[in-house]
């Protein structure tokens, strides 16, 4: 596979809100299901959209680490 010296898709999401990557992820799927696109743009829209979801995915773990966390805290300091 031919390497590009463009930045990875998940390097260019990494300051991205949640609600803003949902939101290009809805669009790309949109334009997956209902654009009649080449194949390389097809790909480039599929790699994009994992790149997204993985985002995404990163974002739920850090706030369920975080909510843990306080809950935890909470915890530990109502035994006290």
Do not use: R, W
């Amino acid at each position: 596979m031919p390497t590009s010296n463009n930045p990875s898709p998940q390097k260019e999401h990494i300051n991205l809100k949640f609600e803003d990557a949902i939101n290009q992820l809805d669009e790309i799927v949109s334009k997956m299901e209902h654009t009649e696109v080449d194949l390389d743009s097809m790909i480039k829209n599929y790699q994009s959209g994992i790149s997204l979801l993985k985002h995404c995915q990163k974002k739920i773990e850090e706030a369920e680490f975080k909510l843990n966390e306080v809950s935890s805290d909470k915890v530990d300091s109502d035994h006290n």
